[in-house]
């Protein structure tokens, strides 16, 4: 289902499972990068290999854009060609989170306002937290070349 | 109806903005001279509602192109 839905592909797809979808407001999801993933696995040579932040912040976005597509798929509506953009984040790290951990994220749809969305996420290792981030997000222009109107 | 200080809604500007928009009067221009854009506006939006629990429609959004305007449609 998550490769049949998000456009992302390995290596970038890093959403590994939904636990729990709220249609429309709420997702849980995991992901565990092993420790020779592309992108772990020099940051920083330690043992295990630390999971960058930025990759946290892209979890959540592609976890937000996962309950976007379900609660649309689901409530009947078309699905959006267009990819979302990021336009805004704010995140603060308190723990680390490492490669072979399973990563989970609770993401919440905490406001809309002109096509933008808000989401509000925690992301937690062994319901230990992680990260908290806040994402806005809107969808790429037509300049942007996907083309396909919505 | 909420009322708000012009120090206060200061403080909602540099939450907006995302940074110190500096010397503010109810008269300065949102996007002309704070520097507000569509994301901003955005984010004005949900500080808004988040500290006075006040929505203000999205159709009026693009009539907010001063502080002044800000507060009318806080208070309104």
């Known amino acids: 289902m998550i490769t049949d839905l998000l456009p992302h592909k390995a290596p970038w797809l890093l959403v590994d499972e939904v636990i729990r979808v709220e249609i429309g407001a709420m997702i849980t999801t995991k992901m565990t990068l092993p420790r020779d993933n592309i992108f772990v696995c020099s940051h920083f040579g330690g043992t295990p290999p630390l999971v960058p932040g930025v990759l946290l912040i892209e979890f959540v976005a592609q976890s937000a854009h996962l309950l976007a597509l379900i609660s649309a798929q689901t409530s009947g509506g078309g699905l959006q060609k267009r990819p979302p953009l990021l336009a805004r984040c704010k995140s603060s790290f308190t723990a680390p989170a490492y490669a072979e951990d399973e990563i989970v994220a609770i993401v919440r749809l905490s406001n809309k306002s002109m096509g933008v969305y808000v989401h509000e996420a925690i992301v937690s290792v062994r319901e230990k937290q992680v990260c908290r981030i806040e994402i806005f997000a809107g969808t790429a222009p037509d300049e942007f070349g996907y083309g396909v109107a919505p | ?76």
């Open chain 2, 1 to 76: 109806m909420a009322t708000i200080s012009l120090p206060e809604l200061r403080q909602i500007i540099e939450v907006a903005l995302d940074r110190d928009p500096g010397d503010i009067s109810l008269e300065s221009r949102l996007y002309e001279q704070l520097g507000f854009d569509s994301i901003g506006m955005v984010a004005l939006v949900v500080e808004i509602q988040r500290r006075f629990g006040v929505r203000i429609p999205e159709l009026e959004v693009p009539n907010l192109r001063t502080v002044q305007d800000i507060i009318v449609a806080i208070e309104a």
